[in-house]
């Protein structure tokens, strides 16, 4: 099972470029397979604390509470951030967790992408979703009620752009007629497509339009049941899971880790049983330091014992 880990790409400013860069060239000296990011642009509804003591994102927020990054923090975009890895880096791959379908329009998102991969030497993941955050995409001009079927197109939209010569493209949301699109991808016949989600229609975009799942499960119990469902919607349409490659993001939070690394080796050896391949750990902190001692940790201790389980 390959480790990959998320960048700092949500650091106080004033430190914001120095933690992206010198925590990239970290993990790359110490092997991490890939290097992630994650999809938001704004933080719609910010009021202000009763107090008034500062911003405070409440309003509009579907899961109740607070968004778990203040909304006056930088929080990078992933498109920009993976490219300042591409330029410090050579070897890890370079992935979103996910990229919103909604947020940018599909032909510039596709050139974008495209550009990445090759700017990067082919190390592209393509991670995508759909997005849950309505007043996210109402700001940014997305199809809220419609964003599944926006979605499949756009993963169409990318696979024509890049892979054929003078693309035409007529659907719902998207229309051109002969167009020049280059650069083309270095991959071929494109990056690979890891699809977000953990709903039926996530579970058909997988099967229909991608390389990969990309699961955001909790434990490795909700991880076996999502994963059959996977497989449910991959025989019916009579597709080989064994083309599907199976990822998922976990998340070292500070209660797990106070339960001494062994807890996360066990739930990490669990999921690789399952046949996970590929995990991105995220462990995104305020304080750059903190980071760093978790990557050590990781780096030293829960990855080997994870290889040698």
């Not at 890895?85 to 070897?91: G, L, M």
């Not at 080796?265 to 999921?271: E, P, R, S, T, V």
Request: proline share 7%; glycine share 10%; hydrophobic share 45%.
């Amino acid at each position: 099972m390959q480790i990959g880990v998320h960048l700092p790409t949500t650091q106080p400013g004033g430190v914001t470029k120095e933690a992206l860069v010198s925590f990239a060239l970290e993990a790359e000296r110490r092997d991490f397979a890939s290097l992630w990011v994650s999809d938001h642009v704004v933080i719609p509804g910010t009021t202000k604390d009763p107090d008034g003591s500062g911003p405070s994102n409440v309003v509009g927020y579907p899961m109740g509470g607070r968004f778990p990054i203040p909304p006056d923090r930088p929080y990078l975009e992933p498109i920009v951030a993976l490219a300042a890895a591409a330029a410090v880096t050579t070897k890890p791959r370079l992935g979103c967790s996910v990229f919103i379908l909604g947020h940018r329009h599909p032909v510039v998102m596709a050139k974008m992408l495209s550009s990445l991969d090759a700017l990067s030497n082919g190390r592209l993941i393509v991670g995508v979703g759909v997005g849950w955050w309505k007043d996210e995409l109402d700001i940014l001009g997305a199809p809220f009620a419609r964003r599944g079927r926006h979605a499949d197109e756009a993963l169409r939209v990318f696979k024509t752009l890049w892979t054929q010569d003078m693309p035409s493209f007529d659907g719902e949301f998207v229309r051109f007629q002969h167009v020049g699109f280059a650069p083309k991808p270095l991959q071929r016949p494109h990056p690979p497509i890891w699809v977000g989600g953990g709903s039926a229609g996530a579970y058909r975009r997988v099967v229909e339009h991608g390389d990969g799942w990309h699961a955001m499960t909790r434990t490795p119990e909700h991880f076996k049941e999502e994963l059959a469902k996977v497989r449910a919607a991959a025989d019916a349409a009579k597709r080989d899971m064994q083309t599907i490659e199976l990822s998922l993001r976990f998340s070292l939070t500070e209660e797990l880790l106070a339960k001494g690394p062994q807890a996360a080796i066990d739930m990490l050896a669990q999921l690789k049983r399952l046949g996970l391949q590929h995990v991105l750990l995220e462990f995104r902190r305020a304080e750059h330091g903190r980071m760093f001692e978790i990557l050590d940790l990781v780096s030293t201790t829960i990855r080997p014992a994870v290889d040698a389980a």
